[in-house]
């Protein structure tokens, strides 16, 4: 999605093969979730990618009494359609009833465990990559609370996921200088971050 995911990725993938983009690989940031221009181009070039976007619920703008809606799921059945245009209809189910306790990490998180078998099949079919939460939340549940913590300076989780996203590229760039050989191939390795490997060609 943005610069945050892109200098992770880039330190990570530079710790597990520093001679990674001599052999065509290649991290680009679209700058929000813009994604189908840019699928467009690549599939015209014959360019083989993989995409990363995050699982999010939102309100519904203007909606009284206010709605929510699963649009990380919404994003990726819209970006199988725009690849695969022989599919017309929803490929993840999309519920209907939610409120706004569904924006919580674990309720995002219980939502992507419901639908876990479709969407490992959407990354093994399409290079569609749906974080179990968000970028921040994602690296926090890989690395765990106390090396967490340890890297970000916060007593919580919690807190240290709050720190990542204020000034979003500015502590991403300062958390990767701390990363070490451990850190980067605990992410590699994370369920999470398959998006890495495959990239690599390699298989969870």
Avoid: W
């Avoid at 610069?3 to 065509?24: A, H, M, N, T």
């Amino acid at each position: 999605e943005g610069e945050s995911e892109c200098i992770l990725f880039e330190r990570v993938l530079s710790e597990i093969d520093p001679y990674y983009e001599s052999k065509g690989i290649y991290v680009l940031s679209v700058e929000g979730i813009g994604f189908k221009p840019y699928i467009d181009i690549l599939s015209a070039l014959k360019i083989k990618f993989f995409i990363k976007t995050d699982n999010d619920v939102m309100q519904v703008p203007d909606s009284n009494p206010p709605q929510y809606r699963q649009v990380g799921f919404s994003r990726i059945n819209g970006l199988i359609k725009h690849i695969d245009t022989a599919v017309t209809t929803d490929t993840i189910p999309l519920n209907s009833s939610l409120i706004k306790n569904d924006k919580m990490p674990s309720k995002r998180r219980s939502h992507y465990n419901s639908n876990k078998a479709v969407l490992d099949d959407l990354r093994r079919r399409y290079g569609l990559y749906l974080s179990h939460c968000d970028l921040e939340e994602d690296l926090g549940e890989c690395l765990r609370k106390d090396r967490f913590c340890e890297l970000l300076g916060g007593s919580t989780t919690t807190a240290c996921v709050k720190l990542l996203k204020s000034k979003k590229q500015h502590q991403m760039a300062e958390l990767v200088e701390k990363l070490s050989e451990k850190d980067c191939k605990k992410i590699y390795n994370h369920y999470n971050f398959a998006c890495l490997k495959a990239v690599r060609n390699d298989t969870l």
